[in-house]
């Protein structure tokens, strides 16, 4: 059963940085994409960052590039994906999850990915 759990969300001030972690078991990740999406109150799921099996692409969204970095740890059967953030504004604020799918390529669409976590929370104050 593929499990993914994220952590490292909190209440940061403006300006601040945070690290988001999740870790995927279950299964073998050979070939999975690992991705980052948030969800703010009244808002679509919207897509943040991903990264190829091998680390070797990644792909953000306008509103966070420079500021936030996704990196890829593979074991055997458990990948562990984090997400660097870093010049936290008030707009990032949102539940922020992980989230994976069977093919490489690091693309956006929510749609596309098989499995979810179930979100941590990131806070970001003015």
């Known amino acids: 059963q593929v499990q993914l759990v994220e952590s490292g969300g909190g209440l940061v001030q403006a300006g601040g940085s945070l690290r988001l972690s999740c870790v995927a078991s279950g299964r073998t990740f050979s070939n999975y994409c690992m991705g980052w999406f948030r969800q703010a109150p009244g808002k679509e799921r919207e897509f943040v960052a991903a990264i190829s099996w091998r680390g070797g692409f990644t792909r953000y969204a306008d509103s966070v590039k420079g500021r936030f970095t996704i990196s890829r740890d593979n074991a055997k059967n458990t990948v562990t994906v984090s997400l660097q953030m870093n010049s936290l504004k008030p707009q990032d604020t949102a539940v922020y999850y992980c989230?994976?799918?069977?093919?490489?390529?690091?693309?956006?669409?929510?749609?596309?990915?098989?499995?979810w976590g179930p979100g941590t929370q990131v806070t970001v104050s003015s």
């Open positions: 989230a994976t799918k069977s093919t490489t390529n690091p693309s956006p669409p929510p749609g596309e990915y098989d499995y």
